[in-house]
């Protein structure tokens, strides 16, 4: 080898050599950087912040929430009758057992931004639309007539069992109501966009109603 070629030989590995060592320090110092990172990351206090119009726009995402749900039994009699002739001769009488359920629950597409706001301590306050039944239907498979009285001299009216079947349903709503689902639907709903906006980042929640009662959460 002439010493031309050794010489050559010589650059180049010192090339090789300089460009490992600066690769090295490269990644030394990015190494020494990500974890200077994460040092700083984990001594450094996180502090988040919720904002309102984000707040609303999750709540109405949830569009209708079912939150409360019975199951009702009815029994229900419903009857055809003239003022002249014995019910034995001319009536036509109909009793229903049904049993449905009915499901309650807040509508959250009507919640507007006005809805929510902010108090100066944090406390998310929320107004919530009333609850409503959003879904009622007898079971078909559990409901059936009891009993058919028809006259001696009568026809049965082969629609009398579908309108006591409507007629069930709407009793079914009525009793719902009366054992007091819209309030539990309301408190459900409560307890479940509070469990949302706490994920959210919000410390406290408090809900108010159109008469002026508020609940914490």
């Known amino acids: 080898m002439t010493r031309r070629q050794t010489a050559v030989l010589l650059t180049s590995i010192g090339l090789v050599i ?5 690769a090295v320090t490269i990644a030394a110092r990015f190494v020494v950087h990500r974890v200077e990172q994460l040092a700083s990351r984990a001594v450094t206090r996180k ?3 919720a904002d309102i119009g984000t707040l609303v726009t999750r709540v109405r995402d949830l569009n209708r929430l079912e939150t ?3 199951r009702v039994a009815s029994v229900s ?3 055809q009758s003239y003022d002249l002739i014995p019910n034995a001769l001319a009536g036509d009488e109909l009793t229903l057992y049904s049993a449905g359920d009915v499901i309650a629950g807040v509508d959250l597409s009507q919640l507007k931004k006005d809805d929510v706001h902010r108090e100066p301590d944090g406390t998310i306050v929320v107004r ?3 609850s409503q039944l959003l ?5 078909n498979r559990a409901s059936h007539v009891i009993q058919r009285r028809t006259g001696v001299f009568r026809r049965a009216d082969i629609g009398m069992e579908g309108r006591a079947r409507q007629y069930a349903e709407q009793n079914i ?4 109501i009366r054992r007091g689902i819209l309030q539990l639907a309301q408190q459900n709903a409560e307890a479940r966009v509070a469990e949302l906006l706490h994920t959210l980042g919000a410390a406290k929640v408090r809900f108010e109603t159109a008469n002026g009662n508020s609940t914490a959460r």
Request: net charge negative; glycine share 4%; no cysteine.
């Open 77 to 79: 009699t419903i009857k």
């Open 128 to 130: 919530l639309p009333p």
């Open 173 to 176: 709503r009525n009793e719902a």
């Open 18 to 22: 300089l460009g490992i060592i600066a």
């Open 68 to 70: 409360a749900t019975m």
């Open 47 to 49: 502090e988040e912040m």
């Open 135 to 139: 879904v009622s239907r007898l079971d």
